[in-house]
C-alpha cells in the first residue's frame, strides 16, 4: 500500500472549528501512529478504475440519496442501533486487526457475530468467530496479504462456501501467516453465512438489511482527518486519501442521517471503538456494501439449561431455548427422534440440570442431558 | 367396552368452581391429508419457529407483546389436570384460568409434543403460554 502524506492537526482543529464541528478531533489509538502503521490499518483495495482525484464528485448526491430513501420507505424504524434494541444490546466487543491489512476480515466476521445474534435474539451467544481464519486461510488463498487488504464480497462467499470457525480455534494476532495455526477440529466449530446479497448505492436496503438481520459490512474512503475522529458524525473535513477500509455497519439514524459503524482499531479509537458518519459520505454506500441474511452455525454448546420448550400444530417442529443458546430447533428428520429428544430435553428442564446441545444448520443433532 | 364420553367431564379435586369445555373438536379425528394440514397452518399464520422468549430473558416483553396470529393467546396458565381417553388423539389440559381444553388433533407427532409440553408443565408446575383457535383447540404451546 502507498505511504500517505500526514496531517497538521493544528489544520484539522481549524477546519473543524471553521466548518461549526461537526465532529470532535481526538488523541486516538491511531494518533501516535506513524504513516506506515496506520495504512496497515485500512485494507481495502481502492475500486478498479476510479480516479482518487474524483472520489467525492458525487458525495452531495449520494447524501440526498441516502436521506431520501428514508427508513420508513422500507417499512423499518427510523433508527435503529444494535447494541440498543429495545434495551438489549446484540453486538459483540470492538476488536483490534493491529499492524495488518485485515479490516475485511473484521468487518464481515463483525456483520456475521451480529446477524447470528440479533437473528436468535440471543444477546449472550458466544459467537466470536476468527477473524484469524477468515483472512489467513481464505484470504491467503485469494491471494490478500497485510499489506494487499481484501474485498468483503470474496470474504463473504468463503463464508458461505466454506465457513468461518471460531477465535478459540485460531486467535488472531497480527502479521502475515500460513493458515497453519488452524485448530484442526474446526470443520465441528464453524459458522457459515446462509445467504448474502450487495447492497452497493442502495441506502434503503441497507437500512432494511440493518434493523432486520442486525449488521451489514461496508467499505468507505478514509481520508487523514478520520484517524484522529473523537466522536460526532464524521463527514470529510481535510486530509488527503489514505486509503479503502471496512466496518460493520451496526445502525443507522434518519434523524442525524448518519450510519452507526463499528471499527476494527480497539476501543481506544473513536466512541469507544464505534463511530458515526454522514450518509453519503466517502462512498460509504456504494464502495462496496454486502447485506448477510443468516448464519448457521455447526458447534457443542455445553452446560445449556433449558429455560424453555415450543411447539405447534406441525409435525416434527420443536424447539428448545438454551439460556445462552436461545431458541434451537431439535432435528425434525423422524418424529420419533424428535420425540425422543424433546422427553430428554424435558427431563433436564425439570431437574434444572444443565445439557449439552451440539448444533448444525439450525437444529440439534446430538445431546447430553445430564 | 362402549365409549361414553369423548370430552373430560369431572374437574379437577382442587377447582371447585371449575368449568368443563363445551366440547369443541370432540368427535373422533381422522388423520388430515398433507392439503388440510397445509390450509391449516396458511390459514391459522402459524409460526413456523417460536418467537417469545423466556420470562426474564432480555427483551422478553417486547418480542412477546409482537407475537401472535389469527388465534387467541393465554399467557402464564398453570395446568393441574390432564385428561385422555381411548380415542385417537384426544387429550385435554385443564388450567384452573382457562378450564379444559383439547390439544390439537391433526398429526401423532404435533400432537405427542403438545401432550408432552402440558405433561410436563403438570408435572413441573411450570407456567405455559398456548394459542387457542377459533375450534377450541389448543395449537401451539410454550413450556417456561
Redesign the interface.
Given at each position: 500500500m502507498p505511504l500517505n502524506q500526514p496531517m497538521d492537526l493544528g489544520d484539522l482543529r481549524s477546519e473543524l472549528e471553521r466548518t461549526g464541528t461537526p465532529w470532535q478531533i481526538s488523541y486516538t489509538s491511531m494518533t501516535a501512529l506513524t504513516e506506515e502503521e496506520r495504512v496497515l490499518r485500512l485494507g481495502v483495495p481502492p475500486t478498479p478504475g476510479l480516479d482518487v482525484e474524483h472520489l467525492e464528485d458525487s458525495r452531495e448526491a449520494a447524501a440526498a440519496a441516502a436521506a431520501s430513501a428514508t427508513a420508513a420507505s422500507v417499512g423499518a424504524p427510523t433508527s435503529f442501533d444494535l447494541r440498543n434494541?429495545?434495551?438489549?444490546n446484540y453486538g459483540t466487543p470492538v476488536r483490534d486487526q493491529a499492524n495488518c491489512g485485515s479490516c475485511v476480515a473484521f468487518g464481515v466476521a463483525g456483520t456475521m457475530e451480529g446477524v447470528a445474534r440479533y437473528t436468535r435474539?440471543a444477546?449472550a451467544l458466544p459467537v466470536d468467530l476468527s477473524e484469524a481464519h477468515l483472512f489467513y486461510c481464505h484470504g491467503r488463498r485469494a491471494g490478500a496479504r497485510c499489506g494487499t487488504g481484501w474485498w468483503p464480497d470474496q470474504a463473504l462467499n468463503a463464508s458461505r462456501d466454506t465457513g468461518v470457525t471460531f477465535e478459540d480455534y485460531y486467535p488472531y494476532t497480527a502479521g502475515d501467516q500460513d493458515c497453519s495455526g488452524l485448530n484442526a477440529d474446526w470443520p465441528n466449530h464453524l459458522a457459515k453465512v446462509t445467504a448474502w446479497q450487495y447492497l452497493n448505492n442502495n441506502p434503503a436496503g441497507m437500512k432494511e438489511y440493518i434493523s432486520t438481520y442486525g449488521s451489514v459490512t461496508a467499505c468507505f474512503d478514509v481520508y487523514q482527518d478520520f484517524f484522529s475522529y473523537g466522536g460526532g458524525v464524521y463527514r470529510h473535513i481535510a486530509g488527503s486519501y489514505a486509503g479503502g477500509h471496512c466496518v460493520t455497519l451496526l445502525g443507522y439514524d434518519d434523524g442525524q442521517s448518519c450510519w452507526i459503524a463499528k471499527n476494527s482499531w480497539n476501543a481506544g479509537w473513536g466512541e469507544g471503538g464505534y463511530f458515526r458518519i454522514a450518509y453519503g459520505e466517502c462512498r460509504i454506500e456504494s464502495y462496496q456494501t454486502c447485506g448477510v441474511q443468516g448464519v448457521n452455525l455447526r458447534t457443542w454448546w455445553p452446560d445449556q439449561l433449558i429455560?424453555?420448550?415450543?411447539?405447534?400444530?406441525?409435525?416434527?417442529?420443536?424447539?428448545a431455548?438454551g439460556a445462552v443458546r436461545g431458541?434451537l430447533?431439535l432435528d425434525g428428520s423422524t418424529?420419533t427422534t424428535?420425540?425422543a429428544m424433546?422427553?430428554e430435553l424435558?427431563a433436564a428442564?425439570?431437574g434444572s440440570r444443565p445439557v449439552g446441545l451440539f448444533e448444525d444448520s439450525g437444529s440439534v443433532q446430538q445431546l447430553y442431558a445430564w | 367396552m362402549a365409549r361414553t364420553r369423548t370430552s373430560p367431564s369431572k374437574t379437577p379435586p382442587a377447582a371447585a368452581a371449575g368449568r368443563a369445555s363445551s366440547g369443541a373438536g370432540m368427535t373422533e379425528p381422522k388423520p388430515p391429508t398433507d392439503a388440510q394440514?397445509a390450509a391449516?397452518?396458511a390459514q391459522?399464520g402459524?409460526?413456523?419457529?417460536?418467537t417469545q422468549?423466556?420470562p426474564g430473558?432480555?427483551?422478553a416483553?417486547?418480542?412477546t407483546a409482537a407475537a401472535g396470529v389469527t388465534g387467541t393467546w393465554s399467557t402464564g396458565v398453570t395446568v393441574t389436570a390432564l385428561w385422555s381417553i381411548n380415542e385417537i388423539r384426544n387429550a385435554w389440559m385443564y388450567g384452573p384460568t382457562v378450564g379444559w381444553k383439547k390439544l390439537?388433533n391433526?398429526?401423532?407427532?404435533?400432537f405427542?409434543?403438545?401432550v408432552?409440553?402440558a405433561s410436563?408443565a403438570r408435572?413441573?408446575n411450570r407456567q405455559i403460554n398456548f394459542?387457542e383457535e377459533a375450534d377450541g383447540m389448543v395449537?401451539?404451546?410454550?413450556?417456561?
Open positions: 434494541v429495545g434495551g438489549v435474539r444477546s429455560l424453555g420448550l415450543w411447539s405447534n400444530e406441525a409435525d416434527a417442529n420443536v424447539w431455548y431458541w430447533k418424529v424428535n420425540q424433546l422427553l424435558a428442564k425439570a | 394440514l391449516s397452518l391459522t402459524a409460526a413456523a419457529e417460536p422468549l423466556p430473558v432480555a427483551g416483553e417486547a418480542v390439537h391433526g398429526r401423532d407427532g404435533a405427542s409434543a403438545l408432552t409440553l410436563q408435572q413441573t394459542r395449537y401451539e404451546i410454550y413450556l417456561w
